[in-house]
Each structure stands twice: as C-alpha cells, then as structure tokens.
C-alpha cells in the first residue's frame, strides 16, 4: 500500500496514538482523582504505555497536568471570547463583558479546584521555558489581552490603563479562584467574589 504524498507514516500515526492515549488517560484519573491522588504509574497503566513511553511525552506529573489543562483552558478562553464579543455588541457594560469572559475561564480552574489550582501555581512559578509553561503562559497573556480589549470599548477608562486593569482582573481571578480559604466554596460563590472585586476597580 502506497502511502500518500504528506501523510504521516506508521511510526507517526504509533506516536500519536500513544500520545492521545496518555492524554485521556490523565485527563480522566486527574478529574476523578485529583492530581494529587494519581501516580505516573496508573497513568501510564491506564494509557496501556510503559512508564519509560509516558516520560517521553512528558517528564512529570505536573507537565502532565499542564498538558491537560492546557487544552482546557484554552477551549474556556475560546468560549470566552465569544461570549464576551457578544456581549460587546449588546453594549450591556464594561463589567458584564469581563465577566461573559471570565465565567468560562473560572468555571474551567475551578471543575476540578486541586487541579486548577496546582495548574496556576506552576504556570507561576515553574520554569517558563519549559514548552508546556510556556504554552499556559501565553494562554494567560491572551486571557488579559481579551479583557484589556473589552475594557479598551469604555470612553471612561484611558487606553493607557487598559493592560494594567485587565492584569488586576486576571489576579483577582488567580487569587480568589486557588486561595486555600476559598477551596470549599462553590463555583456560584466564587463567582460572586470575583464578580465583586470586578466591580469595584471597574466603572
């Protein structure tokens, strides 16, 4: 059989696999288990992979976990912006736009609260060289930049402070979404805190 012109070969088609079965097969345990509850080991059993294959698909469990939530976070971005797009052209306010863009994304950190919050430490304070960081950090910056675009519609707030408020908001998002005082509040109570604080710094 004749492979065709730019199709991945077998060996390509092997990894792949390998790689999407690891994927699911930590996205599942992390959100029965929490990442804390869940080894490289029963990953890599899960994934019906040796534990040496899983490593070279990432080298730790918390690489494994930025992976995975990666993906997470940036489908809640997507649907983010949209929401926040839409509510935009409504022009039903500075505050609510934010918030049509900040739901998806904390109600992302917050489906599975060790997850979310072991995700964020490390996007923070991991090495932001490391290509998955790397790729959650970008994740973050283009959160802000879709909050300083919304906040860029409002004629009260100057264009210069834009950047800076929207990484008021996405801190405001950070802390209250992973402080350990908050870990038994529940998503709407959460929500409320944030949409809060919003308030206030925002016209």
Same mark, same amino acid.
């Given at each position: 059989?004749?492979? +065709?012109?730019?199709?991945?070969?077998? &060996?390509?088609?092997?990894?792949?696999?390998?790689?999407?079965?690891?994927?699911?097969?930590? &996205?599942?345990?992390?959100?029965?288990?929490?990442?804390?509850? *869940? =080894?490289?080991?029963?990953?890599? #059993?899960?994934?019906?992979?040796?534990?040496?294959?899983?490593?070279?698909?990432?080298?730790?469990?918390? #690489?494994?976990?930025?992976? *995975?939530?990666?993906?997470?976070?940036?489908?809640?971005?997507?649907?983010?912006?949209?929401?926040?797009?839409?509510?935009?052209?409504?022009? @039903?306010?500075?505050?609510?736009?934010?918030?049509?863009?900040?739901?998806?994304?904390? =109600?992302?950190?917050?489906?599975?609260?060790?997850?979310?919050?072991?995700?964020?430490?490390?996007?923070?304070?991991?090495?932001?060289? #490391?290509?998955?960081?790397?790729?959650?950090?970008?994740?973050?910056?283009?959160? #802000?930049?879709?909050?300083?675009?919304?906040?860029?519609?409002?004629?009260?707030?100057?264009?210069?402070?834009? *950047?800076?408020?929207?990484?008021?908001?996405?801190?405001?998002?950070?802390?209250?979404?992973?402080?350990?005082?908050?870990?038994?509040?529940?998503?709407?109570?959460? +929500?409320?805190?944030?949409?809060?604080? *919003?308030?206030? @710094? +925002?016209?």
């Amino acid at each position: 059989m004749t492979t +065709l012109p730019g199709a991945p070969g077998r &060996r390509e088609r092997a990894k792949e696999d390998k790689r999407r079965r690891i994927m699911d097969a930590a &996205r599942t345990l992390f959100a029965e288990r929490g990442v804390g509850g *869940v =080894t490289t080991q029963q990953i890599a #059993e899960r994934a019906d992979v040796a534990i040496g294959t899983l490593f070279l698909y990432a080298s730790t469990k918390a #690489e494994l976990l930025i992976l *995975v939530q990666n993906q997470k976070f940036a489908t809640a971005i997507d649907d983010g912006l949209r929401a926040a797009a839409a509510a935009v052209r409504a022009q @039903i306010g500075t505050v609510a736009s934010v918030f049509a863009l900040v739901e998806p994304v904390v =109600t992302c950190i917050r489906e599975q609260p060790e997850n979310g919050r072991t995700y964020l430490h490390e996007l923070v304070f991991g090495d932001p060289a #490391e290509p998955n960081r790397r790729e959650g950090l970008t994740l973050a910056l283009r959160l #802000e930049d879709g909050i300083a675009g919304i906040l860029a519609h409002d004629p009260a707030i100057a264009v210069a402070d834009t *950047v800076t408020l929207a990484r008021v908001v996405t801190a405001i998002i950070h802390v209250t979404t992973t402080a350990t005082v908050n870990l038994r509040d529940s998503l709407a109570e959460i +929500l409320d805190q944030i949409r809060r604080q *919003v308030t206030v @710094i +925002l016209p």
